[in-house]
C-alpha cells in the first residue's frame, strides 16, 4: 500500500475484490473489516490500496442491504423444513403459544427454530457452525 493508512480509513482489497476498513497490521498483513462491521480478514498491505468513492459508496449501500435484509428476516417467524422432526417439535410448540396467547413463549420457540435452522439446515454454501462440542 502507497503510503501510510490511518485506522478507520477504507481500502480496497483486490485478493478479495471487496473494501474493507482499515484496523491496522498485525505481522506482515493488514487487518481490515467489512463496512458495516462484520470478521475482519488479513490483506497483503503491499497490495491494498485506498478504496474510490464508488468504491466506499457500492460498499456502504451492499451493508445498508444486507442490514435491512437481515432485520426483515428476523421480523417473519421461521418456516420448519418438511420432513425434520425437530423443526415440526418447534412449530408446534409455537402453535400452541399462540393459542395460548403466549407471546414470549412464541419468541423463544421461533429463536430456538431459527437456531436449528442455522444449525442443522444452514443455506447451501454456508458454512456449517455448530454450538455443540
Same mark, same amino acid.
Given at each position: 500500500m502507497a503510503g501510510h493508512m490511518e485506522c478507520g480509513g477504507f481500502v480496497f482489497d483486490p485478493a478479495v475484490r471487496r473494501v474493507g476498513e482499515y484496523r491496522g497490521e498485525a505481522g506482515p498483513y493488514a487487518m481490515l473489516r467489512p463496512v458495516g462491521g462484520g470478521r475482519e480478514w488479513q490483506a497483503d498491505p503491499a497490495r491494498v490500496r485506498p478504496a474510490t468513492a464508488a468504491e466506499r459508496l457500492s460498499a456502504g449501500v451492499r451493508a445498508a442491504n444486507e442490514r435491512a435484509e437481515a432485520?426483515? !428476516?428476523?421480523?417473519?417467524?421461521?418456516?420448519?423444513?418438511?420432513?425434520?422432526? %425437530?423443526?415440526?417439535? $418447534?412449530?408446534?410448540? &409455537?402453535? !400452541?403459544?399462540?393459542?395460548?396467547?403466549?407471546?414470549?413463549?412464541?419468541?423463544? %420457540?421461533?429463536?430456538? $427454530?431459527?437456531?436449528? &435452522?442455522? !444449525?442443522?439446515?444452514?443455506?447451501?454454501?454456508?458454512?456449517?457452525?455448530?454450538?455443540?462440542?
Open positions: 432485520e426483515y !428476516e428476523l421480523s417473519r417467524p421461521p418456516v420448519p423444513v418438511p420432513g425434520c422432526a %425437530a423443526c415440526g417439535e $418447534l412449530a408446534a410448540r &409455537r402453535a !400452541e403459544a399462540r393459542g395460548r396467547f403466549d407471546w414470549s413463549a412464541e419468541t423463544d %420457540a421461533n429463536v430456538l $427454530l431459527r437456531r436449528h &435452522r442455522s !444449525e442443522r439446515h444452514p443455506p447451501e454454501g454456508s458454512p456449517v457452525i455448530s454450538r455443540s462440542p
